[in-house]
């Protein structure tokens, strides 16, 4: 067996330096050679073809092979937070998207919850106080996710707003203290990643709980007013500032006013969100009480709202 061994050096200042400069330099080549490519960077480069389909998502079919070629990632890397997000935003998606009852709502929704807490409890420190806690979420462990996490932080608090928004007060009563410390902190570490999702998340979290538990609408606005800072064309936060924020405070001329600049947009060719934006426009025209326009087909296979 060859033994690395440091070598020997004089004790004056430049000749050590010199030689740590020359031992640190070899370990780190040595380290190299042995590592070779990280394991997180295969991974990346197995994402790109779902990434592909995930940027054609408006194309028939397209965001349901960007599903299948997750979930193929998913089997193979398990512990893979890269893959764990991505999954919970095509599930966001489909659930924003699809026309669907409540119940498939509730289901998709929900699974993007869980691909995203997942994702989260690969964080050592968060998965440890949930632990500590019987498995529970609370905002103690939200202080533990890092700005390394942001992207599975940002579609877990978008999943669960929706999934709680969906499902009602019943039940989720104590979803709603833990969703806001859980936005604020997605605002805190990816306000701007995404083009200001997590201000978007952080907007959710706090608008989406029912009027009976008194949401707060004033920081939901400013979250929502700093995602639309970020990104002025994306029409689902509109959609959901008029809905979530300016009609439960009784602000219609302001929704409806917002939900008209909606409708009245013309989608670009190159619109990176085209499809989540025309079915933005299909709940502004819905909430204004005007006749759906007729579309050439659905893009995920099944009828849109």
């Not at 994702?119 to 500590?132: A, K, N, R, T, Y």
């Not at 570490?189 to 538990?213: I, K, T």
Request: a negative charge; charged letters at 25%.
């Amino acid at each position: 067996m060859v033994r690395f061994e440091q070598p020997r050096v004089s004790r004056s200042r430049p000749a050590l330096q010199h030689a740590m400069r020359w031992v640190g330099g070899a370990a780190l080549a040595l380290g190299l050679v042995a590592c070779g490519p990280s394991r997180r960077d295969a991974v990346i480069r197995a994402a790109r073809s779902a990434d592909v389909e995930w940027r054609s998502r408006a194309e028939p079919g397209s965001l349901e092979r960007s599903l299948q070629a997750c979930l193929d990632l998913s089997a193979e890397y398990p512990k893979e937070p890269r893959v764990h997000w991505r999954l919970a935003r095509i599930y966001t998606t489909m659930g924003d998207v699809d026309d669907v009852d409540d119940a498939a709502a509730v289901r998709l929704y929900g699974t993007a919850r869980e691909y995203g807490l997942q994702c989260l409890m690969l964080e050592p420190s968060f998965e440890g106080v949930v632990l500590s806690k019987g498995g529970r979420v609370t905002p103690m462990a939200a202080e533990q996710i890092t700005e390394q996490n942001k992207e599975c932080l940002v579609w877990t608090v978008i999943a669960w707003s929706r999934w709680v928004h969906v499902r009602g007060s019943a039940g989720v009563g104590l979803d709603h203290e833990v969703l806001a410390v859980l936005g604020a902190r997605a605002a805190e570490l990816g306000g701007n990643w995404g083009s200001g999702r997590g201000h978007y998340a952080h907007g959710l979290a706090l608008s989406l709980p029912p009027l009976v538990l008194d949401p707060d609408l004033a920081g939901a606005e400013a979250a929502f007013a700093r995602a639309l800072e970020a990104a002025p064309g994306r029409l689902t936060t509109k959609v959901d500032l008029a809905l979530y924020v300016y009609r439960p405070l009784k602000r219609f001329d302001e929704a409806d006013a917002i939900l008209q600049e909606v409708i009245s947009t013309t989608l670009s060719d190159d619109d990176p969100d085209e499809l989540e934006d025309r079915h933005a426009q299909a709940r502004a025209r819905a909430a204004l009480g005007a006749p759906p326009m007729e579309e050439p087909g659905d893009p995920t296979g099944v009828p849109t709202q």
